[in-house]
């Protein structure tokens, strides 16, 4: 928690990217469980009634539904690369900043190789993930309550049975997650001493 706290203190001077991302992943979320239930009513209409009227309204709503979920995936793809690019830079220069004030001693036992690779693999690995951790913090949160109420509001029987799966989904994806985090610093690791090698 200590590093993740010093990681999210990064994003603190850039508050209108942070924040365009966050709302848009929840609106996206929003947009994104009401698509399919919108399709389904158009669907019931069709083969129901089959009022034109009314199929062409809902076909309108589904039409400017796409467009507002293609404004926002534009709008969060630019602020995560804002971010991301921000971030990267404001690392960059804190870490050569304290490259420069260590002493001598320090690059007698450092290879100048190893450091460079370390700084810029582990720069690049921290701000590749914190747009998706803001991503998964507003849009996939809101996607997942959305799509249960969504499911229980259709069938509850349905959407119970489904979510059944949760849980065991949850524990298949912490072990693969925990594998390649640690296949991710061996790569890493061996990226670095091959770096400095080179050097």
Known sequence: WSLWRRIVGHLRPYPW?????????????AVEVLLPLVTAWIIDEAIGPGRAS???MLGGIYAVMLL??????????TAAGTLATRVAFDL????????????????DVRSTGWLVARVTSDV???TGLLPWFLLDLGWGTTMLVGIFTAMMLVDPQLGFAV????PPMAIATWWFKRRMLESSRRIR??????TASYN
């Open 17 to 29: 990217p942070v924040t365009t991302m966050i709302v848009c992943g929840l609106i996206l979320a």
């Open 189 to 194: 690791a061996a990226n670095s001493r091959i």
């Open 54 to 56: 009314r199929i062409g």
């Open 92 to 107: 960059r220069g804190t870490c050569f900043a304290r490259l420069q004030s260590l002493p001598f001693g320090y690059f």
């Open 68 to 77: 507002i979920f293609s404004l926002l995936v534009w709008r969060f793809i």
């Open 124 to 126: 690049t690995k921290v």
């Open 163 to 166: 979510s059944i799966i949760v």
